[in-house]
């Protein structure tokens, strides 16, 4: 079998095979699919030299690395090495502290236009609704873009050509390029046409895109080209858009089922808010499994890696191990009460990945999020409108397969 009918093999049924690889490893452990030899992580405290002490040894794995290249070019979630620290440098003051009080103004507004346009008994796709919101919020955040349809035909684009190249892996012919190759290019025309029109007027429009434009490497005085901040740009878009409305959708999905949750959010606002958030990131995380390519033959924990392995660590299953979550499968948003929260082994809980590559942005997702669940939460509450039992789609995220239909009450 070939690598890349391989990668198809194993991509096809990811949810499956961790799970499977889960059962069987309870550490650490090998397991080969034809040529490629995957080795699954799955004990927090190994997660460290991974992530952390022997970065150097991998990179990231093949769908970031090589599927969604032509996506998000060398921006923070495909680069390696000094580029992406220097990269790194460079994007981290858009999203300091200091700009979210602008951007939660943002998504105070947005999710309350949303809930204006709903009416009590509608059903709706809660995930779709979602994504709707985020795309807004973050074409607002990011490009100071706020016309509806010019943030629709952004985020149309960008889903095209990373579903194009999703689906590619996953197929065992070659797709036609002609739709994806088309959204790719619109996309690039628009990006690099809003990035020359912000250099030409210049200033500080309080988005992160002029954040982008006007960060300079205190360490090497460098400024990011066109490329740089279209590359940053896109990976921003990604972070920013679909994994919050996946978090958010997820959660309404839980709500909806422990209605003595949702009065608790109702009466006690953004603090349960949060929790909720974090508890939903725990079952469903978004980001399921972190892979690496080791570029040289190491070891992890004693355990010996060879060049070209692929390691995984599956959120999917550490989130869920009773070994350091009891009851893992009950919702439980008091999980996340600070002073339980501070119990949770390091590295059995990791949202937002975590050593060097955390998410730069999971402050933005996590207020983010607070804010929508608070939002709609005094305005509608929602109740399952399908009894067709949850499934998954694991692409780069994991999206509920045929999306989360939910009835709307409004709150009298």
């Known amino acids: 079998m070939s690598l890349i009918r391989t990668l198809r093999a194993l991509f096809s049924d990811r949810l499956s095979v961790i799970e499977r690889l889960g059962a069987e490893i309870p550490r650490i452990g090998r397991a080969d699919f034809g040529r490629l030899s995957v080795v699954l992580v799955n004990v927090p405290e190994l997660v460290p030299e991974v992530l952390i002490e022997r970065a150097e040894d991998f990179v990231k794995g093949p769908v970031l690395r090589v599927i969604s290249r032509p996506v998000f070019g060398d921006g923070l979630l495909t680069s390696e090495g000094e580029l992406h620290r220097q990269r790194r440098r460079l994007v981290a003051p858009a999203l300091a502290h200091q700009r979210m009080v602008h951007y939660a103004e943002v998504m105070e507004q947005h999710t309350s236009a949303l809930a204006d346009s709903w009416r009590d008994g509608n059903s709706l796709d809660i995930v779709e609704a979602m994504m709707g919101l985020t795309l807004g919020i973050v074409c607002r955040t990011l490009f100071d ?102 978090a958010t959708g997820y959660s309404w999905y839980l709500l909806a089922q422990h209605p003595e949750y949702f009065e608790r959010l109702r009466a006690e606002g953004l603090p349960f808010a949060l929790q909720i958030m974090k508890e939903s990131l725990r079952l469903f995380p978004p980001a399921y499994a972190i892979a690496r390519t080791a570029v040289r033959d190491t070891a992890i924990g004693g355990f010996p890696i060879r060049e070209g392995d692929l390691v995984f660590i599956a959120q999917w299953l550490l989130h869920r191990d009773p070994r350091y979550f009891e009851e893992p499968m009950r919702f439980d948003p008091d999980r996340f009460l600070p002073e339980r929260e501070a119990q949770i082994p390091r590295y059995a809980y990791l949202p937002f990945g975590g050593g060097r590559r955390i998410c730069i942005g999971n402050h933005f997702a996590l207020t983010e999020g607070q804010i929508i669940l608070n939002t709609i939460a005094q305005r509608f509450r929602m109740e399952p409108a399908s009894r067709r039992p949850l499934r998954f789609e694991p692409l780069i995220t994991l999206r509920p397969r045929g999306g989360i239909p939910v009835r709307l009450h409004e709150n009298k």
Not at 145 to 155: L, M, N
Not at 176 to 194: E, F, H, S, T
């Open 145 to 246: 873009v706020d016309v509806p349809g010019e943030a629709a035909d952004i985020g149309h684009d960008i889903m095209t050509a990373q579903s194009y190249a999703m689906r590619q892996i996953r197929v065992p012919f070659r797709l036609p390029q002609g739709k994806a190759r088309a959204a790719l290019g619109r996309l690039n025309d628009r990006i690099y046409g809003i990035i020359r029109e912000r250099r030409a007027s210049g200033g500080d429009r309080g988005d992160l895109l002029s954040m982008l434009l006007l960060a300079r490497d205190e360490e090497t005085g460098m400024q990011m080209d066109d490329v740089a901040v279209r590359d940053e740009a896109m990976t921003l878009f990604l972070a920013g858009h679909e994994t919050t409305a996946l």
